[in-house]
């Protein structure tokens, strides 16, 4: 079984490479961080230009119709530059949902408006601390109207639209619904979270129009395939976020000097690249497997998603971690660029269920591939 990329996507690999290079540099992600923009809009407008946003929507709607490989190629690129725009939340979350279960004129309303950049779509799943289900939503439709508060919600003080799960008296107790978020009755409010250049926001709705996405009471089900999905390409910028830090790490040691040499000659240094390469080489071999299984749309996705989530989140903390350290005591400072890395990799080992959510998901996934 053949986990590399072909020749086209690592093509596509050094095109996105190059010009996030050139658009992207820690100079543009500190510029967010420290002022009021909630993202990139330039940065996200080209982007889109460049048919990122289309990646895997159907040619019928606008899009390119590429596979999820090119989409993780992508992924991890746009980790590694910590890029500042809401392509997590609009593309493996609000086109994945549309993608996954919408009606046809639900696509043919947003996929076309998603692939241009011109819509940003996101996902409403927390409500309250601990983790989420079917149980624990408060959330609410009655007659097409929405009612309760989503909190935090990636993206959401941007989105023109969230899919939100809401409590239902049917099938698995939860239902999906399609929300528009500059109509009435929706009410927006600005999250503070650890890494500002990605904004959250908590949703409050009350009586907001709503419309069903997949069938009443199959939201819990529908959920975990969007999540299965999303997490493989999470995964893949986490491994991009993870080198980017292990090349910041090693390239501070060679050239920085104490007793007369690089600090990269010592063995302690040395140490900590070692096992940042370590960490981030088993995840980069566990995020193939998950994109051979969203690719393919194996039966292993669910054990393949989860193996590479888990195996990322720690990837990325442990590498941008040892990178502060390698860093010393400048490494904690704020005209060091080593609290990117650091930042986005506490955010995104949250941003879709914590570690601890991914490990008793993959408990339960090679559970059940063992009774199988």
């Known amino acids: 079984m053949n986990f590399e990329f072909s020749a086209e996507q690592n093509l596509l690999r050094e095109q996105a490479s190059g010009f996030l290079a050139d658009n992207c540099p820690p100079s543009a992600v500190r510029a967010i961080l420290e002022g009021d923009a909630p993202y990139d809009a330039g940065l996200w407008r080209q982007i889109a230009e460049l048919g990122w946003t289309a990646t895997t929507i159907p040619e019928k709607h606008g899009g390119i119709g590429l596979s999820y490989l090119e989409l993780c190629v992508i992924a ?56 989420a289900s079917p149980r624990s939503l408060e959330t609410t439709c009655s007659a097409g109207k929405l009612t309760g508060a989503k909190v935090p919600v990636a993206d959401g003080d941007v989105a023109d639209f969230a899919i939100v799960v809401a409590r239902s008296d049917a099938g698995d107790g939860a239902s999906l619904h399609l929300v528009p978020l500059n109509g009435a009755g929706v009410s927006r409010s600005p999250v503070q979270m650890l890494d500002p250049s990605r904004s959250h926001a908590k949703l409050s709705f009350d009586g ?70 370590v960490k981030n080489t088993l995840a980069r071999s566990n995020c193939y497997y998950g994109a051979w299984a969203l690719s393919t749309e194996a ?74």
């Not at 660029?337 to 269920?353: P, T």
């Open 208 to 277: 907001a129009a709503a419309e069903p996405l997949g069938a009443d009471g199959a939201g819990w089900g529908l959920t975990r395939q969007l999540l299965n999905r999303a997490a493989v390409l999470f995964a893949w910028e986490q491994v991009g976020g993870a080198n980017a830090a292990l090349e910041q790490a090693k390239e501070y040691a060679m050239g920085r000097y104490a007793f007369g040499r690089p600090i990269a000659g010592h063995q302690a240094i040395k140490h900590k690249l070692a096992n940042i390469y």
């Open 299 to 372: 039966a292993e996705l669910p054990l393949a998603a989860a193996t590479a989530r888990v195996s990322a989140i720690d990837a990325y903390y442990f590498a941008s971690k040892e990178n502060i350290q390698t860093h010393g005591g400048m490494g904690f400072t704020w005209e060091f660029d080593c609290q990117f890395h650091y930042r986005r990799a506490k955010l995104l080992s949250v941003n879709i269920g914590s570690e601890g959510v991914w490990q008793d998901r993959l408990i339960a996934a090679i559970e059940q591939n063992e009774a199988a």
């Open 76 to 131: 991890e690129e746009l980790g590694r530059a910590i890029a500042p725009v809401p392509f997590s939340s609009s593309v493996y979350l609000g086109t994945e949902a549309l993608l996954l279960a919408g009606t046809e004129a639900q696509q043919e309303a947003w996929l076309p408006k998603l692939a241009t950049g011109e819509a940003i779509g996101t996902f409403a799943l927390g409500e309250k601390p601990g983790q």
